[in-house]
């Protein structure tokens, strides 16, 4: 039986040592590679198998001869107890990762996360509304309560802190908020901060606690009958306002509030009567084309005579606030949103005309149909469009002839 080896290496062996393998005695090894470089390494069998796990480099800035040698006995009584010295360093080399990660992530707070997913996303919204939308909410609902709060530790508690407050009276921007906080601590878990369900989401958990807004609202703008607009756009003839301008322009074209306070002159050609609204202004994302009746013209006519960029600017200069046809129509006492005329607007096609219905909805801009469906519908039947539109502007000024003469606005309302 061969003789085993026990320190055979010398301090000088160990400086002078050619490239290879040499073995010291009980398992420890020097490597020396052809660069030069050395270094320790202990061989061991456990569970019949030979393994080797490194010691540090050797030398006068390493390890020295001695101290290799204690590395080694040290290891040699782990391996004699059952211990496996390579899993070890590996397991103790993963706490210490582990433990460094979540000290760095218990720094992270959900306003750090949430203002990475803004500055990330914004860029794909849709509009400056939607973006400052975002940021105030967040701002004035959620950062007062968990804005420094580790991610990490943000509860279903603390989810009903920001929401129940607001769920009732508000209930439209709590939806909102539930929303956005859901999709930053999805963002959060996605990034490796925190860890389990989401808090913030709906289905099988807030929805467990909080009533659905059906339930707290309506769900529908409110909408004025269709029998009542051309009786309504008579009184507002009587109103001599950008707004009252701007809302009958809205009602006659089926548009959205945003798309009209937002319309700018380089989007229409008065000669063909069209409106082209551009993809970032639409809520769909796509590209949409009005076809402008005799009256929506004649309106278009008068606001031009005002010389601004926008169709419908406002008295100090800029565009017509969001809220001024709101406000007009408080002022008038009705009872609907600008909104809200979108349904009469469907509801006259469905019930008075002949229209197709999916001529009445891209007459709104809806999605129609499925993805098959719109792969093979290339066209958006605007001729189809341009004569439903035109009978809904005859409609809506009956039982007056069209009468393409509106009475401009005078430049000093706008001193």
């Given at each position: 039986?061969?003789k085993?080896?026990?320190?055979?290496l010398t301090p000088?062996?160990?400086?002078?040592?050619?490239p290879?393998?040499?073995?010291?005695?009980?398992?420890l090894h020097?490597?020396v590679?052809?660069?030069?470089?050395r270094?320790?390494v202990?061989?061991?069998m456990l569970?019949g198998?030979s393994?080797?796990?490194g010691l540090g480099?050797?030398?006068?800035?390493?390890?020295?001869?001695?101290?290799?040698?204690?590395?080694r006995?040290?290891?040699?009584?782990?391996?004699?107890?059952?211990?496996?010295?390579l899993?070890?360093?590996?397991r103790?080399?993963?706490?210490a990762l582990s433990?460094?990660q979540?000290?760095?992530?218990?720094?992270?707070?959900f306003?750090?996360?949430?203002?990475?997913?803004i500055?990330?996303?914004e860029g794909?919204w849709r509009?400056?509304?939607h973006r400052?939308?975002w940021?105030?909410t967040l701002?004035t609902?959620?950062y007062?309560?968990i804005?420094e709060?580790p991610?990490?530790?943000?509860g279903?508690?603390?989810?009903?802190q920001?929401l129940?407050?607001i769920w009732?009276?508000k209930a439209?921007?709590?939806?909102?908020v539930?929303?956005?906080?859901?999709?930053?601590?999805?963002a959060?878990?996605a990034?490796g901060y925190r860890?389990?369900e989401?808090?913030?989401r709906?289905r099988?958990?807030i929805?467990?606690?909080?009533?659905a807004?059906?339930?707290l609202?309506?769900?529908?703008?409110?909408?004025?009958h269709?029998?009542?607009?051309?009786?309504?756009?008579?009184?507002?003839h009587e109103r001599?306002?950008?707004?009252?301008?701007?809302?009958?322009?809205?009602?006659?074209?089926?548009a959205?509030?945003?798309?009209?306070?937002?319309?700018?002159?380089?989007?229409?050609d008065?000669?063909?009567?069209?409106?082209?609204?551009p993809?970032s202004r639409m809520k769909a994302?796509r590209e949409h084309?009005v076809?402008?009746?005799?009256?929506?013209?004649?309106?278009l006519?008068?606001?031009?005579?005002?010389?601004?960029?926008?169709?419908?600017?406002?008295t100090?200069?800029?565009?017509?606030?969001?809220?001024a046809?709101?406000?007009?129509?408080?002022r008038?006492k009705?009872?609907?949103?600008v909104?809200g005329f979108?349904?009469?607007f469907r509801?006259?096609?469905?019930e008075?005309t002949g229209?197709?219905?999916?001529?009445?909805e891209?007459a709104?801009a809806h999605?129609i149909g499925n993805?098959?469906?719109r792969?093979?519908?290339r066209?958006?039947?605007?001729?189809k469009r341009?004569?439903?539109m035109?009978?809904?502007?005859?409609y809506?000024?009956?039982?007056r002839?069209i009468?393409?003469?509106?009475?401009?606005i005078?430049?000093?309302?706008?001193a």
């Amino acid at each position: 039986m061969p003789k085993k080896l026990s320190n055979v290496l010398t301090p000088l062996a160990v400086k002078n040592a050619k490239p290879g393998r040499h073995a010291d005695g009980g398992g420890l090894h020097l490597l020396v590679k052809e660069s030069g470089a050395r270094s320790w390494v202990y061989r061991f069998m456990l569970n019949g198998k030979s393994r080797d796990i490194g010691l540090g480099a050797a030398g006068p800035d390493g390890i020295s001869l001695s101290q290799a040698r204690d590395a080694r006995d040290a290891l040699r009584l782990k391996v004699k107890a059952g211990i496996d010295p390579l899993e070890e360093r590996q397991r103790v080399a993963a706490e210490a990762l582990s433990a460094a990660q979540a000290a760095q992530v218990a720094g992270i707070t959900f306003k750090a996360v949430a203002e990475t997913y803004i500055g990330a996303n914004e860029g794909s919204w849709r509009n400056d509304k939607h973006r400052q939308q975002w940021k105030n909410t967040l701002a004035t609902y959620v950062y007062p309560v968990i804005g420094e709060l580790p991610v990490a530790e943000v509860g279903t508690a603390h989810v009903l802190q920001i929401l129940e407050p607001i769920w009732k009276d508000k209930a439209e921007t709590a939806s909102r908020v539930r929303g956005r906080m859901e999709t930053i601590l999805d963002a959060a878990k996605a990034r490796g901060y925190r860890e389990g369900e989401n808090p913030a989401r709906w289905r099988g958990h807030i929805a467990q606690i909080l009533p659905a807004r059906s339930r707290l609202t309506r769900g529908h703008h409110k909408a004025m009958h269709y029998e009542a607009i051309p009786a309504f756009i008579g009184d507002l003839h009587e109103r001599k306002a950008v707004a009252a301008l701007a809302l009958e322009f809205a009602i006659l074209t089926a548009a959205r509030t945003g798309e009209v306070i937002g319309a700018k002159w380089d989007e229409v050609d008065l000669d063909k009567a069209i409106w082209t609204i551009p993809a970032s202004r639409m809520k769909a994302g796509r590209e949409h084309r009005v076809p402008l009746s005799l009256r929506a013209v004649a309106i278009l006519e008068s606001a031009k005579a005002l010389r601004k960029e926008w169709l419908f600017p406002a008295t100090s200069g800029g565009k017509l606030s969001g809220m001024a046809m709101t406000m007009l129509l408080r002022r008038m006492k009705v009872d609907a949103t600008v909104h809200g005329f979108r349904s009469g607007f469907r509801d006259w096609a469905s019930e008075c005309t002949g229209y197709a219905h999916e001529v009445a909805e891209m007459a709104l801009a809806h999605t129609i149909g499925n993805k098959v469906e719109r792969a093979y519908r290339r066209g958006d039947l605007f001729e189809k469009r341009r004569r439903l539109m035109e009978d809904w502007a005859i409609y809506c000024t009956n039982p007056r002839a069209i009468d393409r003469s509106v009475i401009p606005i005078r430049q000093e309302i706008f001193a």
